[in-house]
């Protein structure tokens, strides 16, 4: 019987090539026997790897859901012939490339299963009764497209016996990202007097789902000057005999194997020798401010000197409070500051103004920023409007509000006036500056969606407009891009403009705290053109949510 099983081996290579079955006994031995080069007899094309006889089966198993492969890793598979109608029963199989070539090796092979060759490496089996063939088959080391698994069964006797061919294509399983991190500096460059100090933040942006602890150390930091974390700042505090020059320190965040960089710029300058004296009035800054209210309105810095006429120059040691101008050719002069609260817990901040002379002396003007929970008692919906915000409504370079005749309903009974909420920041605009919308009403709520139409006509880009969202836990969390979440529901926008969904209720998107404020925001733009966005249509939770007043000031 064993000798009859042989031949039956024996007849399948010897008209293998002439059924054009692209099994190891058809391919690569005998193609160059078929009337079309090796390559081009792909049977996946032409429907010649079909079975030949009845009524059973011949399977590979073991494959992992969804039919792939990762590059390196041993798969454990069977093959069974599946036919009732006789005792003896055998394979052969091979796995190969697109080009034909073998593809991986197999391995370990079980009871009645032996290694082979036929042109390329082969699998083969013989064996009375119904037992599956094992055997174990690598992968490339690394992804070579698809794989594909050519199978040859035989079962009963020769010439009457059954002969069954399968293919079983695999292709290369994505790669899983890498929880990591980014780390930037804010402000990045940084002037300090002999004798003074200055802070820069330094954020930390997670990719992929990081969420470990962050060190930070600093190097090149130059004589005299020592550097300090407390948490996410950094303090660099300048003696008196500090190295005076410029300076850059690079500064590196380790988490466990992961470490990465950013640098500030520092420049000491040495103390002056004038008796000129600055004088802030008032000499500190209050704002208070409610989680879903009405942003603080600006406040103003009376700058003056106890001898004549002195110019001065100003700086900001925190992201949330902005100044301006942040020179002055002499005094008297002004400063106006404000904060934007955009993405902050409830808590109390402070921050310092730094106001230096010409002569070198510094004086400093302390501002405190107290972060209260909203009054919305869990988030009504039905409440909810757009309030126009921007962080600095004097300068002209940031510009939020509701425009007639703008807005993608031009028949709606709701809103008559076809409003559209026009975003503006000026190439002109500080880095830090920004323009946008505060949704009100909104303090307590579960978070499962956030919406938005914005015009066609402008291009949507890295500067387009985003949701910044804070959550009673502390976080902030950002949605926004050309491109709604995958999880999201399709859904038409208006002719000419472009509808995003951010599906917050699955996925790696999940909001899972309750929420403590909503806004819609534009900070960066280009510097040599701006950003600009026209919205309309803005959702929370599939509610629409109101327009506020036509135009907004911080200081209405």
Not at 494 to 519: C, E, H, K, N, Y
């Given at each position: 019987?064993?000798?009859?099983?042989?031949?039956?081996?024996?007849?399948?290579?010897?008209?293998?090539?002439?059924?054009?079955?692209?099994?190891?006994?058809?391919?690569?031995?005998?193609?160059?026997?078929?009337?079309?080069?090796?390559?081009?007899?792909?049977?996946?094309?032409?429907?010649?790897?079909?079975?030949?006889?009845?009524?059973?089966?011949?399977?590979?198993?073991?494959?992992?859901?969804?039919?792939?492969?990762?590059?390196?890793?041993?798969?454990?598979?069977?093959?069974?012939?599946?036919?009732?109608?006789?005792?003896?029963?055998?394979?052969?199989?091979?796995?190969?490339?697109?080009?034909?070539?073998?593809?991986?090796?197999?391995?370990?092979?079980?009871?009645?299963?032996?290694?082979?060759?036929?042109?390329?490496?082969?699998?083969?089996?013989?064996?009375?009764?119904?037992?599956?063939?094992?055997?174990?088959?690598?992968?490339?080391?690394?992804?070579?497209?698809?794989?594909?698994?050519?199978?040859?069964?035989?079962?009963?006797?020769?010439?009457?016996g059954n002969s069954y061919t399968a293919m079983f294509p695999l292709t290369a399983a994505a790669a899983s990202a890498t929880p990591d991190f980014t780390l930037?500096?804010?402000?990045?460059?940084?002037?300090?007097?002999?004798?003074?100090?200055?802070?820069?933040?330094?954020?930390?942006?997670?990719?992929?789902?990081?969420?470990?602890?962050?060190?930070?150390?600093?190097?090149?930091?130059?004589?005299?000057?020592?550097?300090?974390?407390?948490?996410?700042?950094?303090?660099?505090?300048?003696?008196?005999?500090?190295?005076?020059?410029?300076?850059?320190?690079?500064?590196?965040?380790?988490?466990?194997?992961?470490?990465?960089?950013?640098?500030?710029?520092?420049?000491?300058?040495?103390?002056?020798?004038?008796?000129?004296?600055?004088?802030?009035?008032?000499?500190?800054?209050?704002?208070?401010?409610?989680?879903?209210?009405?942003?603080?309105?600006?406040?103003?810095?009376?700058?003056?000197?106890?001898?004549?006429?002195?110019?001065?120059?100003?700086?900001?040691?925190?992201?949330?409070?902005?100044?301006?101008?942040?020179?002055?050719?002499?005094?008297?002069?002004?400063?106006?500051?404000?904060?934007?609260?955009?993405?902050?817990?409830?808590?109390?901040?402070?921050?310092?103004?730094?106001?230096?002379?010409?002569?070198?002396?510094?004086?400093?003007?302390?501002?405190?920023?107290?972060?209260?929970?909203?009054?919305?008692?869990?988030?009504?919906?039905?409440?909810?409007?757009?309030?126009?915000?921007?962080?600095?409504?004097?300068?002209?370079?940031?510009?939020?509000?509701?425009?007639?005749?703008?807005?993608?309903?031009?028949?709606?009974?709701?809103?008559?006036?076809?409003?559209?909420?026009?975003?503006?920041?000026?190439?002109?605009?500080?880095?830090?500056?920004?323009?946008?919308?505060?949704?009100?009403?909104?303090?307590?709520?579960?978070?499962?969606?956030?919406?938005?139409?914005?015009?066609?006509?402008?291009?949507?880009?890295?500067?387009?407009?985003?949701?910044?969202?804070?959550?009673?836990?502390?976080?902030?969390?950002?949605?926004?891009?050309?491109?709604?979440?995958?999880?999201?529901?399709?859904?038409?926008?208006?002719?000419?403009?472009?509808?995003?969904?951010?599906?917050?209720?699955?996925?790696?998107?999940?909001?899972?705290?309750?929420?403590?404020?909503?806004?819609?925001?534009?900070?960066?733009?280009?510097?040599?053109?701006?950003?600009?966005?026209?919205?309309?249509?803005?959702?929370?939770?599939?509610?629409?949510?109101?327009?506020?007043?036509?135009?907004?000031?911080?200081?209405?």
């Amino acid at each position: 019987m064993l000798f009859l099983f042989t031949g039956i081996l024996i007849a399948l290579v010897l008209f293998g090539s002439q059924l054009q079955v692209r099994t190891a006994f058809a391919v690569p031995g005998d193609t160059g026997r078929n009337p079309v080069t090796l390559g081009a007899n792909t049977c996946i094309g032409s429907g010649c790897h079909v079975s030949t006889g009845s009524p059973g089966t011949a399977v590979v198993t073991g494959f992992p859901s969804g039919m792939t492969y990762t590059p390196g890793v041993t798969q454990h598979l069977s093959v069974m012939v599946n036919d009732t109608s006789g005792s003896k029963r055998g394979f052969e199989l091979t796995a190969r490339l697109a080009s034909a070539l073998q593809a991986g090796t197999f391995s370990a092979p079980g009871a009645s299963t032996n290694l082979g060759t036929n042109g390329v490496q082969v699998v083969q089996g013989l064996q009375t009764g119904t037992t599956a063939f094992t055997f174990d088959w690598t992968p490339p080391a690394t992804a070579a497209g698809t794989v594909t698994f050519y199978l040859t069964g035989w079962a009963g006797g020769f010439p009457s016996g059954n002969s069954y061919t399968a293919m079983f294509p695999l292709t290369a399983a994505a790669a899983s990202a890498t929880p990591d991190f980014t780390l930037s500096a804010s402000p990045t460059s940084l002037s300090v007097t002999q004798g003074l100090s200055g802070t820069s933040t330094i954020t930390v942006t997670p990719s992929n789902g990081f969420n470990g602890a962050v060190t930070f150390t600093a190097s090149g930091v130059p004589s005299g000057v020592t550097a300090s974390f407390a948490s996410s700042t950094l303090t660099l505090a300048a003696s008196s005999t500090a190295a005076t020059g410029t300076s850059t320190l690079t500064i590196t965040g380790t988490s466990g194997a992961l470490t990465h960089t950013t640098t500030v710029n520092l420049t000491v300058s040495a103390a002056g020798t004038s008796t000129s004296t600055l004088t802030a009035t008032p000499s500190s800054l209050r704002f208070n401010y409610q989680m879903g209210g009405r942003l603080p309105s600006s406040q103003t810095l009376a700058i003056t000197s106890t001898s004549g006429s002195t110019s001065y120059t100003a700086t900001e040691t925190d992201p949330w409070l902005s100044i301006n101008p942040t020179s002055g050719s002499g005094t008297p002069g002004s400063i106006r500051a404000s904060v934007n609260p955009a993405g902050m817990a409830v808590g109390s901040y402070g921050a310092q103004i730094n106001i230096t002379a010409q002569n070198g002396r510094t004086i400093t003007v302390t501002v405190a920023l107290i972060i209260t929970g909203g009054s919305g008692g869990g988030g009504t919906t039905g409440s909810m409007f757009a309030q126009p915000s921007m962080s600095d409504s004097q300068s002209g370079t940031v510009a939020a509000a509701w425009v007639d005749n703008l807005g993608a309903s031009p028949l709606s009974t709701t809103d008559p006036r076809n409003r559209g909420l026009v975003l503006a920041k000026d190439a002109t605009a500080p880095a830090n500056a920004w323009a946008g919308a505060v949704i009100q009403n909104v303090t307590g709520m579960s978070l499962t969606a956030l919406s938005f139409d914005f015009r066609a006509s402008i291009a949507c880009g890295a500067d387009s407009p985003h949701f910044l969202v804070v959550t009673m836990d502390g976080m902030t969390h950002t949605f926004g891009g050309c491109k709604s979440s995958p999880a999201a529901p399709t859904s038409s926008a208006p002719m000419g403009w472009t509808r995003l969904r951010f599906d917050l209720s699955q996925g790696p998107q999940a909001i899972t705290s309750p929420v403590q404020s909503i806004s819609l925001v534009l900070n960066t733009g280009s510097t040599s053109t701006g950003s600009i966005a026209v919205i309309d249509n803005i959702e929370v939770n599939g509610v629409p949510v109101g327009k506020g007043a036509t135009s907004r000031s911080r200081d209405d």
